[in-house]
Every structure is written in structure tokens, then in C-alpha cells.
């Protein structure tokens, strides 16, 4: 049967149509709430991705503790960054498998705490961590591990002699501390106490964006374009970086 003209139009238009509406898909995508240069990282790195994926992105600051909730329950559509244990906690989340950036901690303390000391030596001391991040009860188990509400409040602690050292996320605590005008006040031991990769975490609605996304991220990946963006936000904070063991 010949299929009229007009229609095989009206057919050609609704499939257009379709195309267009998928390739501009917006996400509803929610970030911390406080200044971290790790959402900074993160964000650059999505919204290129997204662009390339042909995905828009509305991207708003909640507090952490709210947004992984409203994410799970599909009120948003995803987290900007996640570290993949927290995001496992969640049925109804799912991680782009292509890491958008690392999250580093780095140790701060007195002399007589830092220098010349072994992993093994600040094991062995008391330790002040920032309530809420996982990364920091990871890497302190089996220490003797005091918690404080904020970054501010842990350095208060340290400064009053509280416990031995401070573990905290390296590029947060150095912002802290620059804008307390407090850089010199402690030394840091000289190697990153612990590292790990932060995904771009979706609700699992949107499963069919996974692998457009990643396949963006592989490219910024090989182009080293990931790794430029997470340079530059650390030279544009004035943070030197730490050595890797």
C-alpha cells in the first residue's frame, strides 16, 4: 500500500520531534551546598559531558544529607558527586562508571606530631575528623577519633590540643584555613592519607543516560581533560598538591 506523502511528512516530523525532545533532555541534579572545590571540579566536568552528550543540566546546592534522599526518591534526577560507597546505600541510585574527580585527605598537626612521622606513628595518635563524610571513618578505623560539627570547629579542637591531628579533605581544609588566614599555623604531613574517585550518581530512571555520559567522560578522560579541570580549580585556590604514596 502506498503510504501518502502527507503523512510519511507527519510521520518524519513526530520522529524529529522525538529525537529532539530526547537529545534535550534536562536534569534536575543537586550539588553541595557549601563551597567545595570538588563540586567546583565536578560541575565543570558534567556540563561538558552533558553538552557532548547532547543532556542539559539545572544544577542546585542542597545540604548533602537531603539531596542523596530526594535523589533516591526521584524528586531530583541525580548527585553531582558521590563516592561509590554512599551512592551503593541507595537502591534506586546508580553511578556513571567514569570517575568526574578525586577526593583527597590530607593530615594537619604540630611539629612534634608530623614531622618525620610514618603512617604507622599517626595511626598510633588521636585523631579529629569532620562529622558526615565516610571517607574520613574509613581511613581513621581503628584510631582513637574525635568528630567535630565543621572543618572550623575540628582545627579549633586541634588548636586547643583536643587530640594529636587533624584528617580532613585536603582542598576544604586548605580553603579554611586561607580564609582564617591560618596557612602557616599547622604543618601537614606530606603525603595524601587517603584518596578516593567521585561519580556523577543518577536516579536509575534515567539508567539510558548512563552510557552516553561515560562515553563522554572516556573521551575527557583520554583527552586528559578531567585532570586539567581538577588542576586548575586547585591553582585557582592556591593548592599545592600533596605527594601520592
Not at 534536562?26 to 565543570?44: A, C, D, F, M
Not at 582542598?171 to 574517585?197: K, S, T
Request: net charge positive; with cysteine.
Amino acid at each position: 500500500m502506498m503510504i501518502p506523502n502527507w503523512l510519511r511528512s507527519i510521520t518524519f516530523c513526530a520522529l524529529a520531534c522525538t529525537c529532539v525532545t530526547l537529545r534535550a533532555q534536562t536534569l534536575e541534579i543537586s550539588k553541595n551546598n557549601i563551597y567545595s572545590h570538588l563540586s567546583e571540579v565536578g560541575e565543570r566536568v558534567m556540563l561538558e559531558a552533558a553538552r557532548r552528550a547532547g543532556i542539559t543540566l539545572h544544577i542546585t546546592p542542597m545540604p548533602l544529607a537531603r539531596s542523596i534522599v530526594l535523589a533516591n526518591d526521584g524528586a531530583t534526577d541525580g548527585e553531582l558527586v558521590r563516592i561509590a560507597d554512599v551512592a551503593a546505600q541507595y537502591p534506586n541510585l546508580m553511578r556513571v562508571p567514569t570517575p568526574i574527580a578525586f577526593t583527597t585527605v590530607g593530615v594537619y598537626g604540630y611539629p612534634e606530631h608530623i614531622v618525620g612521622k610514618s603512617e604507622a606513628d599517626l595511626r598510633s595518635m588521636t585523631a579529629g575528623i569532620s562529622r558526615g563524610a565516610l571517607i574520613f571513618r574509613k581511613s581513621t578505623q581503628g584510631m582513637a577519633v574525635s568528630e567535630g560539627q565543621t572543618f572550623e570547629a575540628v582545627f579549633e579542637m586541634l588548636r586547643n590540643r583536643r587530640f594529636d591531628i587533624a584528617i580532613l579533605e585536603y582542598g576544604g581544609a586548605e580553603l579554611v584555613l586561607r580564609q582564617q588566614n591560618r596557612v602557616d599555623e599547622f604543618m601537614r604531613w606530606p603525603y595524601y592519607w587517603a584518596a578516593e574517585p567521585l561519580y556523577f550518581v543518577l536516579n536509575k530512571k534515567w539508567e539510558s543516560l548512563v552510557a552516553p555520559l561515560d562515553k563522554a567522560l572516556q573521551a575527557m578522560k583520554s583527552e586528559g581533560l578531567i585532570d586539567k579541570y581538577a588542576q586548575e580549580t586547585l591553582a585557582r585556590n592556591n593548592v599545592k598538591p600533596l605527594k601520592m604514596r
